[in-house]
């Protein structure tokens, strides 16, 4: 018999009335719940952090509906696009996440837990009591050893491997954190002459940038939450030391792809392609996503990143790294 996990009462599952949409699911009430043992995963489909828990939540999901357990994603969004419910029905699709979701565009479900992370995970028995938590990445085997006790057996845990954006980061090479590119969360701006707030503006790239700085070539706007190419080629630099290259982004308007090239240290990345990328560089906006840049297969060593607009129109968000 596995140990068991102490497992207080963390209070009331709070309700889900508040979301404004249902995928895969007829709404689901805390009546309906009732019986079952409950896993909520908050989400937003664009944040790594949750992307790397996902082969978890998707393999307990599936091992253990028939012996009691729904799993209950909420999607609560991080940038204005992920309350588009066709965005979020096509990231639904394109990850095979097949258990219910509740859209939380309004952020009330979030509110009702007083939750505060993108992943976060709430356990309830099937009472309807909370009785364990995680937030962030990690914990996964005590939180199926919880579903287990919560539903009363025993077993090996599932076995996953995830690949693509869902493997696991490089922690112990992880040194560049999480960059906004909007101006109201962004840090370590590079190009010279600073920044300027929500107008067009031309931006030079320095010639060296210092470890986690970024920076701006051609003409673009910073606004609040994104940065977007006007006119001509653009090109952002950033300068970073981890396995794995991230960027949030999309195109101007559905239908209107905009290509790209990224180099690293001046060169096409070859084998060290991320999964939107060949081996060459060259990838393409198609819709409002993460996109992986880079994934190193040697050594991590500071280097730099350049990706290429050759025409206007994209919208940057946010570089994420593993």
Do not use: K
């Not at 539903?151 to 960059?179: H, K, M, Q, Y």
């Not at 970073?240 to 090239?261: I, Q, S, Y």
């Not at 996109?291 to 060593?301: A, E, P, S, T, V």
């Amino acid at each position: 018999m596995a140990a068991t996990v102490d497992l207080p009462v963390e209070g009331a599952l709070p309700s889900l009335d508040g979301a404004t949409g249902w995928l895969n699911s007829e709404p689901l009430t805390r009546e309906d719940l009732r019986g079952r043992v409950v896993l909520i995963d908050f989400w937003t489909y664009t944040c790594i952090n949750w992307l790397r828990t996902l082969s978890y939540i998707r393999a307990w999901a599936q091992r253990y509906e028939d012996q009691g357990l729904t799993v209950v994603g909420v999607h609560t969004p991080e940038f204005p696009f992920e309350r588009d419910v066709d965005n979020v029905r096509w990231a639904t699709e394109e990850m095979a996440v097949q258990y219910p979701i509740a859209l939380d565009s309004e952020y009330e479900v979030w509110r009702a837990f007083a939750n505060s992370y993108w992943p976060a995970v709430y356990i309830a028995d099937a009472e309807g009591r909370i009785r364990h938590h995680q937030f962030g990445e990690g914990g996964y085997d005590e939180q199926e050893r919880v579903v287990q006790q919560l539903l009363g057996i025993d077993g090996d845990l599932v076995s996953v491997v995830p690949d693509g954006f869902e493997a696991e980061a490089d922690w112990s090479n992880l040194e560049t954190p999480e960059t906004y590119l909007g101006y109201e969360q962004t840090q370590n701006f590079a190009s010279p002459g600073g920044v300027s707030f929500d107008e067009a503006r031309s931006y030079t790239a320095p010639d060296r940038l210092a470890l986690n700085t970024w920076a701006l070539a051609g003409d673009w706007t910073l606004g609040g939450g994104a940065t977007v190419l006007n006119q001509g080629e653009g090109q952002i630099s950033f300068r970073f030391h981890a396995r794995d290259v991230h960027l949030v982004m999309g195109p101007p308007a559905r239908g209107t792809p905009v290509p790209f090239r990224v180099l690293v240290d001046g060169q096409a990345p070859g084998a060290d392609h991320g999964t939107d990328v060949d081996e060459h560089g060259n990838g393409v906006v198609t819709e409002q996503r993460l996109y992986q840049l880079i994934r190193q297969q040697g050594r991590i060593d500071d280097r730099t990143l350049e990706i290429a607009f050759p025409a206007p129109g994209v919208e940057a968000y946010a570089f994420t790294f593993g």
